[in-house]
């Protein structure tokens, strides 16, 4: 199983930046998908998650900012990140999560957001 998440990068504060993580090794369809982040020196927090139905929830602080979408054509999961500040700085994690508890994760991609 292997979960390749791409997009980071650096972003000025009130910029956009879009994540992608790439799955293989699964029933795609049939996993939610998540998205966590781990800014430096915290814990890793959900940011956002999308069911097998494409059911989307969000933390409070990115709601009405990031976009959580998949394409299980494509087997990929897709966070779509607007206005955003320098405390979303972090590296975030695509996870795939299975209704047997089975998780996946990605190694993660780091974004940057200067002030």
């Known amino acids: 199983v292997q979960l390749q998440a791409s997009g980071g990068g650096l972003v000025q504060t009130g910029g956009s930046l879009g994540l992608s993580c790439a799955a293989s090794?699964?029933?795609?369809?049939?996993?939610?998908m998540r998205w966590y982040r781990q800014a430096p020196g915290k814990q890793r927090e959900w940011v956002a998650g999308?069911?097998?139905?494409?059911?989307?929830t969000y933390v409070d602080s990115v709601k009405g900012r990031f976009t959580i979408s998949r394409d299980n054509a494509k087997n990929t999961v897709y966070l779509q990140m607007s206005s955003l500040k320098p405390e979303d700085t972090a590296v975030y994690y695509c996870?795939?999560?299975?209704?047997?508890?089975?998780?996946?994760w990605g190694k993660g991609t780091l974004v940057t957001v200067s002030s």
């Open positions: 999308i069911t097998s139905g494409g059911d989307a």
């Open positions: 090794g699964i029933v795609f369809s049939r996993y939610s």
């Open positions: 996870n795939a999560h299975s209704v047997m508890r089975t998780d996946y």
